[in-house]
């Protein structure tokens, strides 16, 4: 089998990338690439003969390296990620893909030309919870989707923001609570609930200083004639956490975090539900300690990747798909700035 060359860019979040792929049985090769001196001599303490760089152009021009994860802030996915694919590298991006959809595209277009592969870090997607929501709603259990309320409770304080001097800028950060902190669960939104119609939105900066929001409510209507209210914040103290319900004419589902708080599937009984909810009770925890070799989080994607790699298919979520996430946050600032409902094509 081959054999894979793997390089992590951006030390922050990248250390979880540089992890997974440093336990991968299929690299052989691990290389990293940050402008921060002292991260790389900490990270080069803790993995023996990794390949440290300082230029992403020198990087860039290392043979031996097939698969290039993206972790840099922002507002920079697109432009490294397309340096990297024209150069011959495989690429997966942190999320979001990018801060707008036309630089997204970008990614997508040179994922074309470059004939390369394209993965997106959504690693939400992978938790067993969410798993057994998307296969039951596959399956038509809850009937016609009618209803959604999905929320992201959290807290970050100032220093949070200030720290590094990116976070809570437009430029780099692309929007606050909604675009970093909430963007994995607009994707699980849309992911179940469909394609999107419109969407009518407002934002304020309620408790922080800094440019971008920390706080959105939102109205989402989708092409299936569903309708689901999304709300973000990064100032609820202490933070309570992220909510997904699902409401359909013949069931629902309710989660909290990584557990159900209901599951009413049509014609559940209240021994199944319970059994249900109990299987669940604990949430990812449980889910690896009595599922032998379950992988999660950024770990289950980076996997993914270099499978994708060996093995000549797509990655678990490409650009196209990535981008869905991305259009909806922008929405909701374009319906706020202007007052306006967003109409999607």
């Given at each position: 089998?081959?054999?894979?060359?793997?390089?992590?860019?951006?030390?922050?979040?990248?250390?979880?990338?540089?992890?997974?792929?440093?336990?991968?049985?299929?690299?052989?090769?691990?290389?990293?690439?940050?402008?921060?001196?002292?991260?790389?001599?900490?990270?080069?303490?803790?993995?023996?003969?990794?390949?440290?760089?300082?230029?992403?152009?020198?990087?860039?021009?290392?043979?031996?390296?097939?698969?290039?994860?993206?972790?840099?802030?922002?507002?920079?996915?697109?432009?490294?990620?397309?340096?990297?694919?024209?150069?011959?590298?495989?690429?997966?991006?942190?999320?979001?893909?990018?801060?707008?959809?036309?630089?997204?595209?970008?990614?997508?277009?040179?994922?074309?030309?470059?004939?390369?592969?394209?993965?997106?870090?959504?690693?939400?997607?992978?938790?067993?919870?969410?798993?057994?929501?998307?296969?039951?709603?596959?399956?038509?259990?809850?009937?016609?989707?009618?209803?959604?309320?999905?929320?992201?409770?959290?807290?970050?304080?100032?220093?949070?923001?200030?720290?590094?001097?990116?976070?809570?800028?437009?430029?780099?950060?692309?929007?606050?609570s909604l675009m970093n902190q909430a963007v994995h669960t607009v994707d699980i939104m849309q992911w179940f609930m469909g394609d999107v119609e419109s969407v009518q939105g407002i934002y304020t900066v309620a408790n922080h200083?800094?440019?971008?929001?920390?706080?959105?409510?939102?109205?989402?209507?989708?092409?299936?004639?569903?309708?689901?209210?999304?709300?973000?914040?990064?100032?609820?103290?202490?933070?309570?956490?992220?909510?997904?319900?699902?409401?359909?004419?013949?069931?629902?589902?309710?989660?909290?975090?990584?557990?159900?708080?209901?599951?009413?599937?049509?014609?559940?009984?209240?021994?199944?539900?319970?059994?249900?909810?109990?299987?669940?009770?604990?949430?990812?925890?449980?889910?690896?300690?009595?599922?032998?070799?379950?992988?999660?989080?950024?770990?289950?994607?980076?996997?993914?990747?270099?499978?994708?790699?060996?093995?000549?298919?797509?990655?678990?979520?490409?650009?196209?798909?990535?981008?869905?996430a991305v259009r909806i946050i922008n929405a909701v600032y374009e319906s706020s700035r202007t007052g306006k409902v967003i109409y999607f094509d």
């Open positions: 089998m081959k054999k894979i060359g793997y390089c992590v860019v951006g030390l922050g979040i990248g250390q979880d990338h540089l992890a997974a792929a440093a336990k991968n049985p299929n690299v052989d090769y691990l290389a990293v690439c940050d402008i921060d001196e002292n991260r790389l001599e900490k990270v080069k303490a803790k993995y023996s003969d990794l390949i440290c760089y300082t230029s992403f152009d020198e990087m860039l021009k290392d043979p031996k390296i097939d698969i290039v994860s993206i972790c840099l802030p922002s507002g920079m996915h697109a432009d490294f990620a397309v340096k990297a694919l024209d150069a011959g590298k495989n690429v997966l991006c942190e999320k979001p893909i990018d801060i707008s959809v036309e630089k997204a595209l970008t990614i997508e277009e040179a994922r074309i030309r470059s004939g390369k592969k394209v993965g997106v870090i959504f690693q939400i997607r992978n938790n067993p919870i969410i798993r057994e929501a998307k296969k039951a709603l596959d399956e038509g259990r809850f009937g016609k989707i009618i209803l959604g309320n999905f929320a992201v409770k959290w807290y970050r304080d100032q220093p949070y923001y200030d720290a590094g001097g990116w976070r809570g800028t437009w430029a780099m950060d692309g929007g606050g200083n800094i440019e971008t929001e920390d706080l959105t409510s939102s109205v989402i209507r989708f092409k299936n004639g569903a309708t689901a209210t999304f709300v973000s914040t990064t100032c609820c103290n202490p933070s309570r956490g992220t909510f997904m319900q699902v409401y359909g004419a013949d069931g629902c589902f309710e989660i909290t975090g990584e557990t159900f708080d209901a599951w009413k599937p049509a014609g559940v009984t209240p021994e199944e539900e319970k059994a249900m909810i109990e299987k669940y009770a604990h949430g990812n925890t449980a889910a690896i300690a009595s599922t032998p070799g379950l992988v999660l989080g950024h770990a289950s994607q980076v996997n993914d990747m270099i499978d994708a790699v060996i093995n000549d298919r797509d990655p678990q979520v490409g650009p196209l798909e990535a981008i869905k």
